[in-house]
């Protein structure tokens, strides 16, 4: 089984388990940018953030055989901090590196004007820059802030099929495909969708611009959902180029959109400036 997860914030997790996904099938990632858990204090602290996935991140994942692609952006629940959104200014410089695949995740937490600003200027940015728009859909009140989402991309250029919608169930999943955008399912632990409710949309909905995703982080998550969700497809009496078409063939051609994916093999340089993943000399040196 051949598995790219389309969103999934490595930074925030171990070598075990780049390990571990790989010897699942993860070939390929898309990590978007991300908040801290704690408030950032200045834009800074993104340039330092955007340059790690670029750089330090990359070379983390080439180690276990994995292609690591990210999308940038300034993220809905940092919206509303006036210390964060100067980044907006820095954010299209970023926009041109060769391994950036989309603007993201931008979208909606509060639904506040602040969010209303961001989300609009980075579907622009987006445009501007050819890239595609991974958009977060919030947690509460899912379906007022679907349409609010959907709302601005009207009004925004860039088109619905270039936009992946996020974080659906079973409440957006018919709204969100009416619009013509890509569909996104983050499958955790206890919250959001389990594999099985996954399984069900897919069989109800169909494949055409299916995406499913871990969205592992920080938090309570599981970088193995997307293999876990291929495994559930087989069991359900999908065949295994259903299989193929969701983990692999589908977020290849969504992010294939900013013509920058790059699935060839990677070098593995020991080093990325001076560091590796290696922590001390091996034993009996
Ligand atoms: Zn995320």
């Known amino acids: 089984m051949r598995i790219f997860d389309p969103h999934i914030h490595m ?95 931008i979208g909606y937490d509060s639904i506040t004007p602040a969010e209303d600003e961001a989300l609009a200027a980075q579907l622009e940015l987006a445009a501007r820059h050819g890239l595609p728009a991974l958009v977060h859909t919030p947690h509460r009140d899912k379906l007022a802030g679907l349409e609010r989402t959907l709302a601005v991309l009207a009004e925004s250029e860039l088109p619905p099929e270039r936009v992946v919608l996020d974080h659906l169930n079973e409440t957006t999943v018919d709204r969100a495909a009416d619009s013509g955008c890509w569909l996104a399912f983050s499958v955790y632990p206890d919250t959001k969708m389990d594999e099985a409710r996954t399984v069900a949309v897919l069989r109800r909905l169909g494949l055409d611009r299916m995406l499913v995703n871990s969205a592992a982080d920080w938090g309570k998550s599981d970088p193995l959902k997307t293999r876990k969700v291929g495994d559930a497809m087989l069991a359900a009496g999908f065949g295994e180029d259903d299989v193929d078409r969701v983990l692999w063939r589908n977020p290849v051609e969504f992010y294939g959109l900013s013509g920058r994916l790059d699935l060839g093999e990677r070098e593995r340089p020991e080093l990325f400036e001076g560091n590796s993943i290696a922590r001390g000399a091996p034993a009996g040196r």
């Open 11 to 105: 930074s925030s997790r171990t070598t075990d388990d780049y390990e571990r996904m790989r010897a699942s099938g993860v070939t390929a990632l898309v990590e978007p940018s991300f908040w801290l858990g704690q408030p950032r204090t200045s834009a800074a602290s993104f340039v330092d953030h955007f340059d790690a996935l670029l750089g330090w991140e990359p070379y983390r994942a080439a180690q276990y055989g994995i292609a690591h692609h990210c999308a940038l952006a300034l993220n809905p629940k940092e919206a509303n901090d006036p210390r964060c959104t100067p980044i907006l200014k820095e954010l299209p410089r970023y926009l041109e590196k060769d391994s950036v695949v989309a603007v993201g995740e």
